[in-house]
């Protein structure tokens, strides 16, 4: 082992607190619960691409000495090992660390537990996916080194973070490597609309529409903030030469999967449909319906980007069940940017970019993706309408045989609740208030309905900013929601 402390000291490695930084409350007191439990303790973090994991990680251990090695893209396991041993070289300030060669990752780690042997650490592996090359050699002798040196250092953190969630899942979690050896989960999500507001510091509408079109990808909202209007400064970073989001799909990839083709097909065949069943993906990829289609949707799923749904009366294996692309900013991609790839990277929208997109077909997309929204986000939904505490099942409702009868019936989201009512919703996305029309829609929609056990129906109008009067007149509709509900 290279011995080095009788020499040298390592300076105290701290990170800059972050006074802008916004939300993440229920994780920024579970990182301070783990930290304070006075025994050392691994962390996993795991989330999208640009969703805030370092700037989480960083802000919550920033009083902490920190050693952070972050893995590089496309690089294979020797020279993954030559660029931790290259920043350790930089943290103790002795270029030679930089000159040694390990065939082993013990190796590396054992020279790393020199430098945190005592005091209040965090070791910080960033990008996981890309330091362990998507093998599992890495946790395993991490492992090793764990049991025998980190561990003992009872103010040690280790944090592994990854932009890999079904890599952080299947070879970390759970690893019989590292099981039960004192580790603990936060996957990170995006902001939620609130969060999403005092990043942006804009209207509820405007917030909204940026929500629908990115998600609440924190990256990504920075890009939107800065000009007079959330919509000038999607096309400006969407439909210029070079734009930012241009060239984020494959970025995304890059992070999160490995170079598999499938994964791939999967995406763009989902992309040009609005749903498919597990039978036509097997269809168009030309492969058996068996494990490995199995592997490759359960990874897509776990990274955030599809979504496997079924009508709320089936279970996960009907036949019925549908994928479609789940990740907001994949939809708005393949929709808006991808189809005139090749104008955007000739410029022909620098001077003006918001001509590259039709504003009628984006505020129709976004109706599409206000829907989505409402299914996500069914808890709020529930709380708001005072039955968070009953027991329910949400979800859509469609089945074939009305589907050949009536193309594009769907019931948007209901509640099958165990206390023996039928909430089922209309959502409407409309910058204006909605009128009675929408009276004649639901109820042909209801009329096809099955409900052999006479619950009782609760009719619910979701949108944007609530009923005209004559359509609140009516009295049709038992509750409505409007946009400001989804801000409380």
């Known amino acids: 082992m290279y011995i080095w402390r009788e020499n040298y000291m390592i300076s105290n490695q701290l990170t800059e607190n972050n006074q802008y930084f916004i939300g993440r409350s229920f994780e920024l007191k579970r990182i301070e619960e783990i930290a304070n439990l006075g025994s050392a303790a691994t962390i996993v973090v795991y989330g999208r691409r640009r969703v805030g994991k ?50 082993k990752w013990v190796e590396v780690f054992e020279l790393i537990a020199e430098c945190i042997a005592e005091g209040e650490w965090t070791l910080y592996f960033e990008e996981l996916q890309w330091l362990a090359n ?51 989960e936060i996957p990170l999500t995006e902001f939620n609309l609130q969060e999403s507001q005092q990043f942006l510091k804009k209207s509820q509408t405007e917030v909204l529409d940026a929500y629908l079109t990115v998600g609440g990808i924190p990256e990504y909202l920075k890009y939107l903030k800065y000009d007079s209007s959330i919509f000038l400064s999607l096309c400006k970073n969407s439909f210029r030469r070079g734009a930012p989001f241009v060239g984020e799909y494959e970025r995304i990839f890059v992070s999160s999967l490995a170079n598999n083709p499938h994964y791939h097909a999967i995406i763009q065949y989902l992309s040009k449909i609005k749903f498919a069943t597990r039978k036509e993906i097997t269809k168009h990829l030309k492969i058996s319906s068996g494990g490995y289609l199995s592997d490759l949707l359960r990874d897509l799923e776990m990274c955030g980007f599809i979504k496997m749904y079924t009508p709320y009366n089936l279970n996960d294996n009907s036949i019925l069940s549908r994928y479609c692309i789940h990740d907001n900013f994949l939809m708005f991609y393949f929709k808006f940017i991808k189809p005139i790839e090749s104008e955007i990277m000739n410029g022909d929208f620098n001077d003006s970019p918001t001509k590259a997109i039709n504003n009628e077909t984006y505020r129709q997309w976004l109706g599409y993706a206000f829907e989505r929204f409402c299914r996500k986000n069914h808890k709020l939904i529930a709380k708001k309408l005072g039955f968070e505490d009953v027991r329910y099942k949400s979800g859509t409702y469609f089945n074939r045989t009305l589907e050949k009868q009536m193309p594009g019936y769907q019931i948007d989201l209901l509640f099958a609740r165990e206390d023996k009512v039928f909430t089922i919703c209309e959502i409407k996305y409309s910058q204006a208030k909605t009128n009675t029309q929408v009276i004649d829609e639901f109820e042909k929609k209801l009329s096809h309905f099955p409900n052999p056990k006479k619950y009782t129906i609760q009719k619910v109008l979701i949108n944007l900013h609530g009923p005209m009067d004559g359509l609140m007149a009516r009295g049709y509709f038992d509750r409505f929601i409007k946009i400001e509900d989804f801000f409380e």
Not at 66 to 81: A, M, V, Y
Not at 136 to 142: Q, R, V
Not at 164 to 176: A, D, E, G, Q, T
């Open 54 to 103: 370092t700037e989480l990680i960083e802000h919550a251990l920033h009083k902490r000495n920190l050693l952070k090695f972050e893995g590089l893209e496309g690089k294979n396991d020797q020279e993954q090992r030559e660029a931790v041993l290259y920043q350790l070289a930089k943290y103790i300030q002795d270029p030679k660390i930089s000159k040694l060669y390990f065939t």
């Open 134 to 184: 998507y093998h599992d050699d890495f946790i395993s002798e991490l492992k090793y080194v764990w049991d025998n040196y980190y561990r003992h250092n009872s103010k040690l953190l280790m944090v592994l973070c990854g932009s890999s969630p079904s890599f952080m899942i299947n070879h970390v979690l759970k690893s019989r490597a590292l099981y039960n050896r004192s580790m603990y």
